[in-house]
């Protein structure tokens, strides 16, 4: 396995339009995670899925964004009618817990570069 | 609820020094701690992490930090750093057990001079 995957890396948009971004994570793990990480500042938790359940939201994540992973693999992050506070770094994790008592490590993948101009 | 402060925002430090990188949580209940490296223009990858057992913790690449639940610390040290050490390190912390949400320090950037 090679890991959690992402895409795009990069993606440049103009003030208003909306984009979508995809996470793959690691195969065998069930949870998978946002984060925002602007310039300076350790990643911001966004959302969280076990399966294809959606269990945590950040108050962070306004009305703007939407996270789905509808067959419990990949998932997708959307921003509607973006803001130039939106640019950010935006992070994918994944994690399973492994037995009783077994740690539920997060592993990121190389997250995708938001730049609303 | 956890809070995580890494006291430096950047280290300089020559090549072949020691260094430590400051961490400090709180908490009200059992924690998990880790420290994350990012590399210029990469995602996260996990250095280490304390769950249990030894409050001392080592990675395969010559880094350790000890977890100190009396003084709230997880700092993390490396007694001879190399070039291609320079990167940001960020602590983390979550409750133990199970699905526990992860919170990130605002990250320490190592400089290594050479």
Same mark, same amino acid.
């Given at each position: 396995d090679t890991g959690v995957s992402q895409n795009p890396r990069h993606k440049i948009t103009k003030r208003g339009q909306n984009v979508t971004f995809r996470c793959d994570p690691i #195969?065998?793990?069930?949870r998978l995670y946002w984060y925002r990480q602007t310039l300076g500042q350790g990643p911001e938790f966004l959302t969280y899925f076990q399966n294809e359940a959606q269990l945590e939201k950040s108050?962070?994540? #306004?009305?703007r964004f939407s996270a789905e992973r509808p067959k419990g693999s990949f998932s997708t992050l959307e921003i509607q009618?973006?803001?130039?506070?939106?640019s950010a770094m935006y992070l994918c994790a994944s994690s399973s817990r492994i037995g009783k008592g077994g740690t539920d490590t997060q592993y990121f993948g190389p997250g995708t570069r938001l730049t609303v101009l | 609820a956890q809070s995580v402060t890494q006291l430096d925002s950047q280290v300089p430090v020559f090549e072949e020094a020691p260094v430590e990188l400051r961490c400090n949580y709180s908490s009200s209940v059992s924690v998990y701690l880790f420290w994350y490296v990012q590399y210029p223009n990469q995602g996260l990858q996990l250095l280490l992490k304390y769950? #249990?057992? #030894?409050?001392l913790v080592e990675s395969i690449n010559g880094f350790e930090a000890e977890f100190n639940k009396s003084q709230t610390s997880f700092h993390l040290r490396k007694p001879s750093v190399h070039i291609s050490d320079t990167a940001e390190y960020f602590c983390a912390v979550s409750a133990s057990g199970g699905y526990q949400k992860v919170t990130f320090g605002t990250g320490t950037k190592l400089q290594v001079i050479p």
């Open positions: #195969s065998e793990h069930n108050r962070l994540l #306004s009305d009618r973006t803001e130039q506070g939106d | 769950l #249990s057992g #030894s409050t």
